[in-house]
T-cell receptor, first 116, second 112 residues
């Protein structure tokens, strides 16, 4: 058990809809990261937050947004969903902002999103 | 970040050592080598990382060549539960952002 909690485990929705994925980091971790994993793309970094502020941005679509709350949990919002958004969405956390090599990522078990 | 090259798949007999190679010939002096693994449909799991010295922990050993252009992850006594995709990643320490770029990895299949 990595200590990172993601809910829900599974989500099925229709095209055009909006969903929210939730992540609770490990106790004491201040950074949260979101990754997308689809069959043909592998693991893709989306975005990172550190202590409530956006820290780094990857290949995140404009239809997607995220935030980290004062209690450090994070939410990833996906809107105007398309069939191609079907994927596993992973959250990870680490202690620091990324400046220390002693801060590996700890991943949750993901949310499987199916868009029909 | 430097690019890595890994074989797409490997087999190993249960109880034997699994040696997973990784080539990172363009690695820079301040880049660390990280290994993660992903068991089917679970989140990736951190295994080990190092800069230039060999490293060992309860999960595995990491052997980095003297020129740092390649490394080997060693699982000393592979079990069926070690069947997973293993990712070798190099990344720079320090700086204002932190992200890991996962390639395709090596699918290790441990056979009974």
């Amino acid at each position: 058990d990595s200590g990172v909690t993601q809910t829900p485990k599974h989500l099925i929705t229709a095209t055009g809809q909006r969903v929210t994925l939730r992540c609770s980091p490990r106790s004491g971790d201040l950074s949260v990261y979101w990754y997308q994993q689809s069959l043909d793309q592998g693991l893709q970094f989306l975005i990172q937050y550190y202590n409530g502020e956006e820290r780094a941005k990857g290949n995140i679509l404009e239809r997607f947004s995220a935030q980290q709350f004062p209690d450090l949990h994070s939410e990833l919002n996906l809107s105007s969903l398309e069939l191609g958004d079907s994927a596993l969405y992973f959250c990870a956390s680490s202690v620091g902002p990324g400046d220390s090599y002693n801060s590996p990522l700890h991943f949750g078990n993901g949310t499987r999103l199916t868009v029909t | 970040d430097a690019k890595t090259t890994q074989p797409p798949s490997m087999d190993c007999a249960e109880g034997r050592a699994a040696n997973l190679p990784c080539n990172h010939s363009t690695i820079s002096g301040n880049e660390y080598v990280y290994w993660y693994r992903q068991i089917h449909s679970q989140g990736p799991q951190y295994i080990i990382h190092g800069l230039k010295n060999n490293e060992t922990n309860e999960m595995a050993s990491l052997i980095i060549t003297e020129d740092r252009k390649s490394s080997t992850l060693i699982l000393p006594h592979a079990t069926l539960r070690d069947t997973a995709v293993y990712y070798c990643i190099v990344r720079v320490e320090g700086g204002s952002n932190y992200k890991l770029t996962f390639g395709k990895g090596t699918l290790l299949t441990v056979n009974p």
